[in-house]
């Protein structure tokens, strides 16, 4: 007999039994169906089985998703900060170098505006906020070309 | 690597492997036969794992939809979901084979020598056929043997404990494919009926 390689005890018996695990792979439902209805079961019922325990694995993983995704939304959160004085006037320049250049742009844009109540302090200071996140991610990206590079 | 270079990445390369969703549908599009099949393995391989029944074949499902083993586009998700089950299984008896071990040196308060299977280790009230299967040569022999008069099924045995397949198992045993088949269907209701739930019951 051939030998594929040297091996110990062990890996002679899970080779046996990976050889019996092909052979399923390779067999038909006909063939399948009989062995078990040979072992006294219902092939239909293990079917029934199967799927119950797909339907349970899917529900699990969809949970745990859910729980991933919250868990990313929490971490982004908590490494999220406050933009420096520095960084939230250079924000104001950009902002008001924008809307110089279009003077609807409020309007446009915010929520509050759009009610003709004009922007709030708060929506102004959000979107502050935000273009200094902007910003900074720019210059990070910016960065890591340079590095790439 | 930063989350905005990675998202660069990932954007300008094509995805090699099945995202979630998509390996959600390919469990949907599973046939009554895979199923069937998925069962049948999970009974073998579970042996020695600790899981429960359902409980590999569960494991195997969830790695790879939350992508700690990620299913390439290439291989169909029913072979990637056996390679899975088959790896897990590995590792978990593995781990159950250490800690027997580490059982038996606290117990006997010596090192077990290099090569000495498990078997001869645990306690002769446990040393029950299952056990006996899994780590020795004559686990493949008492399978052998459970065969007598049926040298094919003998040959094919002996084949798949040496790794052999395909062309190198017609070589070895020296029999066409058909009477592989055949043989093989004899070997899995042997085994069915002497162990319908695998090596564990």
């Known amino acids: 007999m051939t030998t594929a390689k040297k091996a110990d005890e062990t ?7 990976d050889g019996l695990v092909d052979s399923i792979l390779a067999a038909s439902g006909t063939d ?16 029934r089985s199967v799927d119950a325990l797909l339907a349970s694995a899917q529900r699990a993983c969809a949970g745990q998703r ?19 004085p520095e960084e939230r006037t250079a924000a104001q320049t950009r902002l008001d170098a924008a809307r110089a250049g279009d003077r609807t742009l409020s309007s446009k844009t915010l929520l509050a505006a759009r009610n003709d109540q004009g922007a709030t302090e708060r929506d102004i200071n959000s979107l502050l906020d935000d273009l200094a996140e902007l910003k900074r991610l720019e210059q990070q990206a910016g960065e890591n070309d340079t590095d790439a590079c | 690597m930063d989350d905005v270079t990675a998202a660069k990445q990932a ?15 390919a469990f949907a599009a599973l046939s009554a036969d ?28 969830c790695q790879v939809v939350l992508g700690e083993r990620r299913c390439p ?12 089950m088959r790896s897990l299984a590995s590792h978990e008896r593995a781990r159950q084979r250490r800690t027997a071990s580490m059982d038996a040196v606290a117990r006997e308060g010596s090192v077990i020598p290099a090569g000495t299977a498990v078997s001869e280790t645990v306690e002769a009230g446990a040393a029950d056929l299952a056990q006996r299967l899994a780590h020795s040569r004559e686990a493949v022999e008492a399978i052998i ?38 043989a093989a269907k004899r070997i899995r209701k042997t085994m069915k009926a002497l162990y319908p739930n695998g090596w564990t019951e």
């Not at chain 1, 859910?66 to 420096?84: H, K, M």
Request: glycine share 8%; hydrophobic share 45%; net charge negative.
């Open chain 1, 11 to 17: 890996d002679e018996f899970e080779r046996f039994e």
């Open chain 1, 32 to 47: 399948l169906r009989d062995e078990l209805r040979a072992a006294g079961e219902d092939p239909d019922a293990v079917i």
């Open chain 1, 66 to 84: 859910l729980r991933d995704a919250q868990e990313n939304v929490r971490a982004f959160r908590a490494g999220a900060r406050t933009p420096t």
């Open chain 2, 11 to 25: 954007s300008a390369t094509p995805d090699t492997h099945l995202c979630a969703v998509e390996v959600f549908a």
């Open chain 2, 34 to 61: 895979d199923k069937l099949k998925l069962d049948a393995i999970e009974r073998i391989k579970r042996w020695g794992t600790g899981f429960e029944r359902g409980q590999l074949l569960h494991e195997a499902f």
């Open chain 2, 73 to 84: 586009r290439d291989v169909p998700l029913m072979a990637f979901l056996v390679q899975t």
């Open chain 2, 145 to 182: 043997s459970l065969f007598d008069g049926d040298e094919k099924a003998q040959l094919v045995i002996m084949g798949w404990a040496d790794g052999c397949r395909g062309a190198a198992l017609r070589e070895a045993t020296g029999l066409d494919q058909a009477a592989i088949d055949y």
